[in-house]
Nanobody, 128 residues
Framework: EVQLVESGGGLVQAGGSLRLSCAASGVSFDEYAIGWFRQAPGKEREVVSC????????YYAVSVRGRFTISSDYAKNTVYLQMNSLKPEDTAVYYCAFAYVSVSRVGAPVREYEYDRWGQGTQVTVSS
């Protein structure tokens, strides 16, 4: 069974940077996707960024494009989310999610229901 452990959250001032990590254990196949989602207080969870190991394709929500970068170390089954130029509106609990995908999958899944394993979440707080 795949398990996810997130790390790297914390408190940072606006304009600062953080790097989140999502380490997956128990991975049996090389074809998978990992996504980062976030949920701010009083708001629904939303997709932030995703990556597909099959074609290394990535997805970014409009709100984070140009500021966040997703990357992966497939040998370690670990995905990173580098967050630069952070804004107070980036404050949320960040979750990583995992799903096996087809070997023919093109593009990264971006919807919550496409993922079936979730981490416990890590808090990111950006002060103004």
């Amino acid at each position: 069974e795949v398990q996810l452990v997130e790390s790297g959250g914390g408190l940072v001032q606006a304009g600062g940077s953080l790097r989140l990590s999502c380490a997956a254990s128990g991975v049996s196949f090389d074809e998978y996707a990992i996504g980062w989602f976030r949920q701010a207080p009083g708001k629904e969870r939303e997709v932030v960024s995703c990556i597909n190991s099959v074609d290394d394709s990535t997805y970014y929500a409009v709100s984070v494009r140009g500021r966040f970068t997703i990357s992966s170390d497939y040998a370690k089954n670990t995905v990173y989310l580098q967050m630069n130029s952070l804004k107070p509106e980036d404050t949320a609990v960040y979750y990583c999610a995992f799903a096996y995908v087809s070997v023919s999958r093109v593009g990264a899944p971006v919807r919550e229901y496409e993922y079936d394993r979730w981490g416990q979440g890590t808090q990111v707080t950006v002060s103004s």
